[in-house]
């Protein structure tokens, strides 16, 4: 289930990896040419002609490059016209990366072709390295102790290259981390999945400065790797073990299967991406089966996790969680498809604050989307932005914790627009203890089948004895609540000052507008109700002013309070409010009008203020024949 406290800011231990970052010597520079590229780098071919230097040139032309047998030139040798068959033919022997180890010291300058299947390419000998160590995809040193260094075309490094399988029974874990640990040795720089292949795996740890890009094939989590519930597994992350996130790690297309149908369902964390840090990016990823959350944003500090597709899970699809309650700040959460997650779609926690939430795909999920405070009353989200939203099917087979299309929860400040709400088991957009926040241009449908006693439209209710004040509801339409349209909820703590302007409640089975006790001072005008009742106010709702609301059905129920403004027009200030006698109670000015409630032959239609006082000075009007 969803966990109240998820604290990723200290790595001192993850997976129990051991640091130990591969060392990148200088260049070495040789008399009358350019210093050759870092040991540890590949290098592409025009970079290794520029780095032979004259001498160099003519002796590949001589015999390495070219040769009288092919009459190709060292342009086309080197920049790849001649590759191939022709290069491997003709001054570039083919052979396996065994082979290669195997060489002795060969003559200078010497290039092979590397034919083992996914690891195939160039490797030249550099004879100012003596240091570099063996890393398979990019140096591999000989029983000589000749280094060769793979020509590149610097569009990045191959997992294979490093002895990753993907034959779907290999653990190509280490494989995998060698190949980021070269680039990020190297200063950064990007590691691809290829195309095809399923590449088994345990832990992937990606570094500072290091792009992660997939191109199709698939990082799927060993079976029966997840098997302990006190132990937190970090499937593919950029923890820093010194503390809190690397940083500018960037997660481009990988396809990754959290398998948690493999066994994988005993832990206490189990993520399949956990990702922080300042400018992270985690962009059309594809994360399916996830053992727990799909996509752990964990102390996230300018990044953004942009049209990603997040495919079942056991808890949240995207959560946004700060360990110490200080981060989260002006990041982009948006374009994601996110489906089958039991306890939400997207869910901010801890002081995610300037945080946009827009344009993602959420169903088939618990909750929609949650604003969320942890366990003090400053630990909370502000400043978000949750526009543009598509959420559909929430809460339905869910547990009743989640069950809830957007709840912000002690969220002050935030911006729920022009969402498309449709089929919520229980509330559409809840607002809980939470200030100045605009709910405004959101389109809510509901079905039949929803919660009989808690689907309401939108619903603003008190928290840990704070109320909701100061917010703005407006613009917003409503269809077929079981219950409520708009619900101004007490719980014994007054909700005031609050704006309910614009909205339309259409067909709902229970109450279109209802204030409970304690709302008092709002506004609620131009709205357009719909319900069994069109609204009800308690007594104890105390100054409110109604104005030009239409009332479909034209029924009223609760307990009127003459200190409110009825369903019409408010005139030049004066109050027009409903009872059956006059007002005992309350300040009143000339002129306020209170009708009664319940006029009858040989009465009068109501009460005004000739006086203005507390209660002031009374007369009857308008009698009746």
Same mark, same amino acid.
């Given at each position: ?20 970052p591969?060392t ?6 040789? /008399? ?13 071919r ?16 001589? *015999? ?10 060292v342009?086309?040798?080197? $920049?790849g ?10 001054g570039?022997?083919?052979?396996t ?7 002795? !010291?060969?003559?200078y =300058?010497?290039?092979y072709? !590397?034919?083992?299947n ?8 550099? =004879?100012?390295?003596?240091s ?25 490094v ?19 981390q060698?190949a980021v640990?070269?680039?990020?040795a190297? #200063?950064?720089?990007?590691?691809y ?5 399923t590449f088994?795996?345990?832990?992937i740890?990606?570094k500072?400065r ?7 094939g ?14 937190? $597994? ?5 923890m820093n073990?010194? *503390?809190?996130s ?7 297309g990988i ?35 996830a ?10 500090t ?16 995207? $959560?946004?969680?700060d ?6 700040? /002006? ?11 039991p306890? *939400?779609? %997207?869910?901010?926690?801890?002081i995610?604050?300037?945080t946009?939430?827009a ?6 999920? #618990? ?30 087979g869910? =547990? ?7 709840n ?7 911006i729920?627009a022009?969402?498309r ?24 449908e ?25 917010n703005t ?10 219950? +409520?349209g ?13 704006? %309910?302007?614009g ?11 209802r204030?409970?006790?304690g709302c008092?001072n ?6 357009v ?6 609204m ?17 059905s034209?029924?009223?129920s ?17 109050? +027009?409010?409903?009872g059956?006698?006059?007002p ?7 002129g306020?009008?209170?009708? +009664? ?8 239609? *109501? ?10 000075v ?8």
């Amino acid at each position: 289930m969803m966990r109240n406290d998820r604290d990723h800011s200290n790595g001192s231990v993850i997976n129990g990896e051991s640091e130990s970052p591969l060392t990148v010597p200088n260049s070495a520079k040789g /008399e009358g040419r350019e210093a050759l590229p870092d040991p540890g780098r590949g290098v592409s071919r025009r970079k290794l002609v520029a780095s032979f230097g004259m001498a160099g040139l003519a002796l590949i032309a001589g *015999g390495v490059l070219s040769s009288a047998e092919s009459g190709g030139s060292v342009a086309a040798q080197v $920049y790849g016209e001649g590759e191939g068959e022709g290069c491997c033919d003709h001054g570039c022997p083919a052979v396996t990366l065994a082979e290669l180890r195997a060489l002795p !010291v060969p003559a200078y =300058p010497a290039l092979y072709f !590397v034919k083992d299947n996914g690891q195939e390419g160039i490797f030249y000998y550099d =004879p100012l390295d003596m240091s570099a160590a063996d890393n398979t995809g990019l140096v591999v040193v000989s029983a000589g102790g000749a280094r060769f260094k793979r020509l590149t075309e610097e569009q990045g490094v191959d997992i294979r290259w490093f002895g990753a399988k993907g034959d779907g029974l290999t653990d190509d874990t280490t494989a995998i981390q060698l190949a980021v640990n070269t680039v990020s040795a190297a #200063g950064g720089g990007t590691v691809y999945v290829p195309a095809s292949g399923t590449f088994r795996f345990t832990s992937i740890h990606v570094k500072a400065r290091v792009a992660l890009i997939g191109y199709g094939g698939v990082l799927k989590l060993k079976d029966n790797h997840c098997v302990s519930s006190s132990t937190a $597994y970090y499937l593919l992350h950029n923890m820093n073990p010194a *503390g809190g996130s690397f940083s500018d790690v960037k997660i481009e297309g990988i396809v990754l299967d959290g398998n948690r149908s493999g066994g994988n369902t005993s832990f206490s964390v189990a993520d399949g991406m956990t990702i922080g840090g300042e400018n992270a990016v985690i962009r059309n990823c594809t994360i399916r089966n996830a053992p727990d959350s799909g996509i752990m944003f964990s102390g996230a500090t300018n990044s953004v996790c942009v049209g990603n597709r997040i495919e079942t899970g056991g808890d949240v699809g995207i $959560y946004v969680n700060d360990g110490n309650g200080t981060k989260h700040y /002006e990041n982009v959460i948006s374009d994601n498809r996110i489906t089958g997650f039991p306890f *939400g779609g %997207i869910a901010l926690k801890r002081i995610c604050q300037r945080t946009l939430v827009a344009h993602n795909t959420i169903y088939d999920c #618990g909750n929609g989307i949650t604003l969320e405070h942890a366990s003090t009353s400053s630990d909370y989200s502000r400043n978000v932005s949750i526009i543009g939203n598509r959420l559909r099917n929430i809460g339905y087979g869910s =547990p009743t914790a989640a069950q809830v299309g957007i709840n912000l929860r002690c969220s002050d400040y935030t911006i729920v627009a022009d969402n498309r709400i449709e089929w919520s088991k229980r509330r559409a957009i809840l607002i809980e203890a939470s200030q100045y926040c605009s709910v405004s241009g959101n389109v809510i449908e509901m079905k039949p089948d929803g919660d009989a006693t808690h689907n309401h439209g939108i619903q603003l209710i008190p928290r840990d004895g704070n109320g909701c004040h100061f917010n703005t509801i407006r613009g917003n339409v409503i269809v077929s609540p079981v219950r +409520h349209g708009i619900y101004l909820s007490s719980a014994s703590t007054t909700s005031q000052n609050n704006s %309910i302007c614009g909205n339309i409640v259409r067909s709902a089975g229970g109450i279109a507008l209802r204030l409970e006790a304690g709302c008092s001072n709002n506004v609620l005008s131009d709205n357009v109700l719909e319900g069994t009742y069109d609204m009800e106010y308690y007594s104890g709702a105390l100054n409110n002013s109604f104005a030009n609301n239409r009332l479909v059905s034209g029924n009223v129920s609760g307990s009127p309070d003459q200190t409110n403004g009825v369903a019409y027009a408010q005139m030049n200030g004066k109050r +027009h409010s409903i009872g059956t006698t006059a007002p005992t109670a309350g300040t009143w000015k000339q002129g306020d009008l209170v009708y +009664h409630a319940a006029p009858a032959s040989g009465g009068y239609i *109501g009460w005004v203020c000739v006086t203005a006082g507390s209660p002031g000075v009374w007369s009857p009007f308008g009698p009746i024949a």
